[in-house]
T-cell receptor, first 122, second 115 residues
Framework: GAVVSQHPSWVICKSGTSVKIECRSLDFQATTMFWYRQFPKQSLMLMAT?????????EQGVEKDKFLINHASLTLSTLTVTSAHPEDSSFYIC??????????????????FGPGTRLTVT | EDKVVQSPLSLVVHEGDTVTLNCSYE??????LLWYKQEKKAPTFLFMLTSSGIEKKSGRLSSILDKKELFSILNITATQTGDSAVYLCAVEFPLMKTSYDKVIFGPGTSLSVIP
């Protein structure tokens, strides 16, 4: 099956520092990757949609200058949390979309998640 | 407002029971509905549904979509303790005036299967 990796799996940083999280699709090319945040006992909240070669599309309420997303290649997207604060502590998950069938009118995709990154800001 | 609703939010059953999880949605230009199982870490993919009335099966799990009534169900037969997890429903649809898609998740159904 398709594999998506994230690095690091957990990170502890001091308030005010920046943290970069990598998301890689290991055995397929992903033109679209998604970044989510999940707080304890809550569902996944979409932060932004990352498209290779173009600017990310951010959800309402997500600061684009604070959560920098770069999708530089078809297998790598990065999320940088700048000037992190304790309230940014969360579980960050990426997913990558893999095209499973394509035609002139209909395309089907599957979406695979990375294992997540636990960020703790002290 | 685009939204995905799941019910029940939590469920406790005994091993061997059959459960039905519900997902309803309201989105513009629906593309697909996805079911995921989330245990301790990131969700794992179960099904993607795009057409009404076509049941998808994987072992004891099955799912079906009704695009007219805007809902889907996930069935788990002969439940086992290993089925205990949060089951997430997500809906994918194109963002207006862009070529991008968006995915929104429901709150999840927390299923506990007790021996």
């Amino acid at each position: 099956g398709a594999v998506v990796s994230q690095h690091p799996s957990w990170v502890i940083c001091k308030s005010g520092t920046s943290v970069k999280i990598e998301c890689r699709s290991l055995d397929f090319q992903a033109t679209t990757m998604f970044w989510y945040r999940q707080f304890p006992k809550q569902s996944l909240m979409l932060m932004a949609t990352s498209n290779e070669g173009s600017k990310a599309t951010y959800e309402q309420g997500v600061e684009k200058d604070k959560f920098l997303i770069n999708h530089a290649s078809l297998t790598l997207s990065t999320l940088t949390v700048t000037s992190a604060h304790p309230e940014d502590s969360s579980f960050y998950i990426c997913s990558a979309r893999r095209l499973t069938s394509g035609g002139a009118w209909v395309q089907t995709y599957e979406q695979y998640f990375g294992p997540g990154t636990r960020l703790t800001v002290t | 407002e685009d939204k995905v609703v799941q019910s029940p939010l939590s469920l406790v059953v005994h091993e061997g029971d059959t459960v039905t999880l519900n997902c309803s949605y309201e989105v513009t230009n629906f593309r697909s509905l996805l079911w995921y199982k989330q245990e301790k870490k990131a969700p794992t993919f179960l099904f993607m549904l795009t057409s009404s009335g076509i049941e998808k099966k994987s072992g004891r799990l099955s799912s079906i979509l009704d695009k007219k009534e805007l809902f889907s169900i996930l069935n788990i037969t002969a439940t086992q303790t290993g089925d205990s997890a949060v089951y997430l429903c997500a809906v994918e649809f194109p963002l207006m005036k862009t070529s991008y898609d968006k995915v929104i998740f429901g709150p999840g159904t927390s299923l506990s299967v007790i021996p």
